[in-house]
């Protein structure tokens, strides 16, 4: 999985769309102090600097050494390579230790983990009482109708190359297992949807698809899913190459307490 995510790493720093700032001022007032954060997954690290506004300390981790060549660099952020065979003991230890974490924060990322490992080293850390943990994802984008019904159709081409664990961004993480007690903000089954703004260029929306894990495993396997007719039925419904559209990528979030 790291190696797929090692091709596409400067794609993919600019073509993800920003989760708006309020997102952390509302995770950060749901935690008791705010001391440490770790956001884990961290890819471009856009999440980790966000919640840095609000935490003293934030430990970001992957296993993607490309992603994290490409990572933003902010004071309170410590990037950290994790490989997936590290011992539970050694990462707990690695993060903080035992009830040292007040946020954690995965975005766009963990359907791809072990997570009855995951949720059981995120219970450990957590602070108790006062810690949260929050999961979130986008799985689809609204421009207009002409251009939504044209984008499906290419994602239906996309199915056969993504990694069955991607079924839960499908879903919008609502088959997501979520052992945590709800904190107002979703619970197991019922995510909270929530509306991620943005302005996009046509340029930036096919950088945005090329980044995507099914388009790269396809060209690996000799297959290009964007071929310059379908780049080009895609234009014309975006309406030309040099028009510039605000768009809505669609987010749900799962946050909740130990």
């Known amino acids: 999985m790291a190696e797929l995510f090692d091709k596409q790493a400067e794609i993919y720093l600019d073509a993800r769309p920003t989760y708006p700032a309020d997102w952390y001022s509302k995770l950060a007032s749901l935690t008791t102090r705010h001391a440490l954060a770790w956001d884990v997954g961290t890819g471009n690290g856009q999440a980790a600097v966000g919640v840095a ?6 430990i970001a ?3 993607s050494e490309a992603q994290l060549r490409c990572a933003m660099r902010h004071p309170k952020v ?3 390579r994790v490989l997936q065979s590290i011992p539970d003991d050694d990462l707990v230890s690695l993060i903080g230790g035992e009830g040292s974490v007040d946020l954690i924060t995965v975005a766009q990322a963990v359907h791809w983990f ?3 490992r995951f949720y059981s080293v995120a219970s450990r850390l957590l602070r108790k009482p006062g810690g949260v943990i929050a999961l979130w994802c ?3 984008i609204e421009v207009t109708p002409e ?3 044209m984008l499906k159709g290419f994602h239906d081409t996309t199915l056969p190359y993504w990694d069955p664990n991607v079924r839960h961004v499908f879903s919008g993480y609502k088959d997501l297992p979520f052992p945590f ?3 107002g903000m979703g619970r197991e089954g019922e995510p909270v949807p929530m509306d991620i703004p943005k302005v996009l260029s046509f340029e930036g929306l096919v950088g945005m698809l ?3 894990s099914a388009v790269v495993t396809a060209r690996d396997r000799g297959v290009d899913l964007l071929s310059e007719e379908v780049v080009k039925g895609l234009e014309e419904a975006w309406g030309g190459p040099d028009v510039v559209r605000p768009i809505i990528y669609k987010a749900l979030m799962l946050a909740g307490a130990p």
Not at 53 to 58: C, N
């Open 61 to 63: 981790t992957d296993v």
């Open 114 to 116: 072990n997570l009855p």
């Open 181 to 183: 007690r709800s904190v």
């Open 147 to 149: 251009f939504d019904a």
């Open 78 to 80: 410590t990037y950290r």
């Open 53 to 58: 506004e609000h935490y003293d300390r934030v």
């Open 210 to 212: 090329r980044s995507w």
């Open 138 to 140: 986008y799985n689809d």
